[in-house]
């Protein structure tokens, strides 16, 4: 995989590539500041890029602008933003386009790394990696009326695939059957009414579409 | 290009004649209601003696302060003349005897109100004055073309046959003199497109001389703004220090004490590792779980001192994350552009933070509107609710706290916080709802692009 790094912090910066390289990604630019960040994303193409919030010279949400500037010029360039803090205003621009490819995830999550490296392939392989505290967010705030029918459960199972998991993935994580797995989904989308579908990352863009209401 | 500028001025001054000798016959017939409102005033407070006035008293004088708060607003958009109000503030009106009573007589008490009545019955004098010398040195030179040319009619059907100081007829006989009553009467023309925004100005600057505050009253407002500052100061002062306090006991309690935790943990791993490399592994992980709850600390210590969207984004978009994190449907809209400065961008962003909790915890509503904006160099933020209303700001005037909504003091720390920047806040909330916050502070906008993609 090749990858793009922004991040502003040099130690950090470091980290994230030994650790990626120890994964077996190339890293092709590590930069820290956002106009190159923007540049390095046009320029290489890269399979991900991995952007934090907030970058030289404003010190604002500028890896954010960069990376929806990129995303704009090149739709559904795979962009995992890394940030110390997850907004879920950030989450929703991050998603606006529809087009997938997306991760947001809190910087301590790297501290797993066999999860935070799963987060990276399926965001370069065009699914999503919402952080876990982003959708307990959404999944509070929706105590409404199609939510409260849930199982808790079903809740459970949710907040999973929200995050971007495939069946697989939640099977693994609630120690159940895949089989399992499939009709809790099946019977969370006929509770909230939502389209079914078998392709996964559809399925995560519908389920944060509707968390987001 | 001389030929231009002097047409493009020619016809600028025409506007301007013709916009300030329309106020003049506007002002004309208002000053003749004004003298109808003095009549009704005098009129009550006549009939008081026998009990009538108290019937009568309060809605004349309610039609009064309209009338001077119409002229304040008129002497502004008109002469450019900005009048502050000066009315000392009054009670809540109620419903029964005794609060109304106490209302009528802080409205009696206040001297302005006397100045209001004064200024109703000179205005009619002194305000017609103007505003007609506006509109009637046209229609008199107006008059000169007339008598100058129809001079045989007019002065058979019993006209005066004196245009100013000339003598256009003379027992029966035209003289030559009447020509001359034409260039006269254009020299009245010339002189009232020249005087006519002059006299509105000036009608502006005498509407001023009784309805603006007087120096006195000025005097004490400075005197009441000066002690209110300082004790927002001394608030902010004290809020300052406690939330330094507040932070440094976090980071020792919390992050601090986390971290020397872990450095013990690896510590202990280092001991361990060759002997029962099982063990260690256990103590790594428990400092890399302590790590992430350092950080999840730090993270909440550090959204309580300044959240990153406000950091990030500004004032707006920082109300739009709070409102997406609030357990009620919340409907933001925002028109401030640019930036505000840190300080005000903070002080508003924890007070409406502030406003939604109040809201969440007291009001039982159903949702709740926010709108921002910014004009004439103020903030104003209403927050609205459609809740169960009663809402009181503790500690203000005596207000004893609402009994629907216990706990006010919310609202009172709100005031506290705003009022370091001279900010105001305006409760409105009947029982039975809806309540509204108004928040004012005064500030400037730095218009610097933020684009929100």
Avoid at chain 2, 349 to 355: H, K, R, T, V
Avoid at chain 2, 428 to 453: Q, R
Wanted: glycine share 10%.
């Amino acid at each position: 995989m090749r990858v793009v790094l922004g991040e502003d912090l040099y130690l950090l910066r470091e980290g994230l590539a030994r650790l990626l390289e120890a994964h077996g990604c190339e890293i092709v630019a590590a930069v820290g500041d956002g106009p190159s960040l923007l540049a390095a994303m046009l320029e290489h193409r890269p399979d991900v890029a991995l952007v934090d919030v907030r970058l030289p010279p404003t010190f604002t949400d500028e890896g954010l602008k960069a990376a929806l500037a990129a995303r704009e010029r090149i739709p559904g360039l795979p962009v995992l933003v890394l940030s110390q803090y997850v907004e879920r205003l950030y989450a929703r621009e991050l998603l606006a386009d529809g087009a997938g490819a997306v991760g947001y995830l809190l910087k301590d999550r790297v501290f797993d790394a066999a999860q935070f490296v799963d987060a990276v392939r399926r965001v370069a392989g065009g699914g999503t990696a919402m952080d876990p505290e982003v959708i307990a967010k959404l999944l509070a705030r929706g105590a409404s009326e199609p939510l409260g029918m849930l199982t808790p459960r079903e809740r459970e199972v949710l907040g999973l695939m929200a995050e971007g998991r495939s069946n697989a993935a939640i099977a693994a994580k609630l120690v159940v059957t895949e089989r399992a797995v499939a009709k809790h989904t099946s019977n969370i989308f006929s509770k909230l009414d939502l389209p079914p579908s078998d392709d996964d990352n559809r399925r995560v863009l519908a389920v944060l579409a509707y968390l987001d209401r | 290009m001389a030929g231009k500028f002097g047409q493009r001025r020619g016809r600028s001054l025409l506007r301007s004649w013709f916009t300030a000798t329309g106020h003049g016959w506007a002002l004309l017939g208002v000053s003749v209601w004004h003298a109808v409102v003095f009549t009704f005033v005098i009129g009550s407070i006549s009939v008081s003696s026998i009990g009538a006035g108290l019937v009568l008293l309060p809605p004349s004088l309610v039609l009064l302060r309209k009338a001077a708060n119409a002229a304040r607003q008129r002497a502004s958009k008109w002469s450019g003349v900005e009048i502050a109000v000066p009315y000392q503030p009054l009670p809540e009106p109620g419903v029964n005897f005794a609060s109304k009573t106490a209302r009528l007589w802080a409205q009696m008490s206040d001297p302005q109100t006397w100045r209001d009545l004064a200024w109703a019955i000179l205005d009619p004098l002194v305000g017609a004055f103007l505003a007609s010398l506006a509109a009637g040195l046209f229609l008199y030179g107006v008059y000169g073309y007339v008598i100058g040319i129809f001079w045989d009619p007019l002065t058979h059907a019993g006209m005066n046959d004196w245009y100013t100081f000339i003598h256009v007829g003379q027992a029966g006989h035209l003289t030559f003199l009447r020509w001359c009553a034409i260039p006269v009467g254009t020299a009245f023309i010339a002189g009232s497109v020249w005087a006519a925004p002059a006299l509105i100005r000036t009608h502006g600057r005498w509407t001023a001389v009784l309805l603006g505050p007087t120096t006195q009253a000025r005097q004490e407002a400075l005197t009441h703004r000066v002690a209110r500052l300082t004790a927002t100061r001394a608030d902010a002062v004290d809020t300052q220090a406690a939330e330094l306090r507040r932070i440094e006991r976090d980071l020792h309690d919390g992050a601090q004490a986390r971290l020397v935790a872990m450095g013990m943990n690896l510590g202990a791993a280092e001991a361990l590792l060759d002997k029962h490399p099982e063990a260690a592994r256990a103590l790594l992980v428990e400092a890399r779980e302590a790590s992430a709850k350092a950080l999840t600390e730090l993270r909440e210590l550090v959204r309580g001192i300044h959240p990153p969207v406000l950091a990030d984004r500004g004032l707006g978009d920082a109300v739009r994350a709070l409102a997406l994190d609030s357990a009620l449907p919340v409907e933001v809209t925002v028109d401030v552009p640019g930036r505000l400065e840190p300080a005000v961008e903070s002080a508003a962003y924890f007070a409406i933070s502030e406003l939604l909790t109040n809201v969440s915890k007291h009001a039982h509503a159903r949702s709740v509107r926010i709108d921002l904006w910014h004009r004439d160099q103020r903030l104003r933020v209403t927050c609205t609710d459609d809740g169960r209303g009663g809402a009181a700001v503790a500690g203000v005037d005596g207000t004893p706290v609402g009994a629907e909504r216990a706990g006010g003091t919310g609202l009172a720390g709100i005031e506290r916080r705003i009022g370091t920047f001279d900010g105001v806040m305006a409760v409105h909330s009947p029982v039975g709802g809806p309540t509204t916050v108004t928040l004012e502070i005064p500030c400037v906008s730095s218009l610097a692009k933020t684009s929100t993609s």
